[in-house]
């Protein structure tokens, strides 16, 4: 298996809402990474796992909550969004972070609508 | 400071014409840049980066650090090369984050 899956494709949720969005990957990956994309922007950075530990947190509000409870599973629980946090989220891997092998596989995305 | 401009949001062309994507990098280490590409409704996916010097779908880019550029270049279009290009430049050590450019929409007329 080389992918990275994402589910769900898509999801509506209500300010008050609690949600999570799900990632897979069964390539072996070491490093896990959470991005944001709003419509017609390049992906914002936003998580980044190694080793099951956070590794780096963007300033990311606390209303997104990240989660790696495996080297194969990365979760980002969401409560109390807002409808500015409406965006395409994107998982990553990649071997290590190492540098020399970082390259970065991303999955389909989320498609996230706060109402 | 660690920045990627892409000065073009759009380039249309017509099929066989060449592509050059512009590509420029601020970054103060040693740079490590890649292209991507995002096909409507695919997920983003890595076409070439710097480190291999390789060729895919006819595409090539070459890094010059005098000019701190890392453009794509195809010397042909075809129409399935319309996409969403992104370059990204990656800071590496612990990481390992990718800096993206916001990105140049080429559309390739038939």
């Known amino acids: 298996d080389t992918e990275v899956t994402q589910t769900p494709k898509h999801l509506v949720m209500g300010m008050t809402n609690k949600k999570s969005l799900k990632c897979e990957q069964h390539?072996?990956?070491?490093?896990m990474y959470w991005y944001k994309q709003k419509a017609k922007k390049p992906p914002e950075l936003m998580f980044v796992?190694?080793?099951?530990?956070?590794?780096i947190n963007e300033s990311v509000p606390s209303r997104f909550s990240p989660e790696c409870p495996n080297s194969s599973l990365l979760n980002l629980h969401l409560h109390a969004l807002q409808p500015e946090d409406s965006a395409l989220y994107l998982c990553?891997?990649?071997?290590?972070?190492?540098?020399?092998?970082?390259?970065?596989?991303f999955g389909p995305g989320t498609r996230l609508t706060v109402t | 400071a660690q920045r990627v401009t892409q000065p073009e949001k759009l380039l249309s062309v017509f099929k066989g014409a060449p592509v050059e994507l512009k590509c420029n990098y601020s970054?103060?280490?040693?740079?490590?840049l890649f292209w991507y590409v995002q096909y409507s409704r695919q997920r983003l996916q890595l076409l070439l980066r710097?480190?291999s010097r390789e060729s895919i779908k006819g595409f090539t880019a070459d890094l010059n650090k005098g000019e701190t550029s890392f453009h794509l270049k195809k010397p042909f279009a075809q129409e399935e090369d319309s996409a969403m290009y992104y370059c990204?430049?990656?800071?590496?050590?612990?990481?390992?984050?990718?800096?993206f450019g916001t990105g140049t929409l080429l559309a390739v007329q038939p």
């Open positions: 990553a891997s990649s071997q290590e972070l190492n540098r020399r092998f970082g390259e970065q596989y």
């Open positions: 990204a430049l990656r800071t590496g050590g612990a990481t390992n984050k990718l800096i």
């Open positions: 970054y103060s280490g040693s740079p490590e």
């Open positions: 710097h480190i």
């Open positions: 796992y190694s080793y099951e530990k956070l590794s």
């Open positions: 390539m072996g990956h070491r490093a």
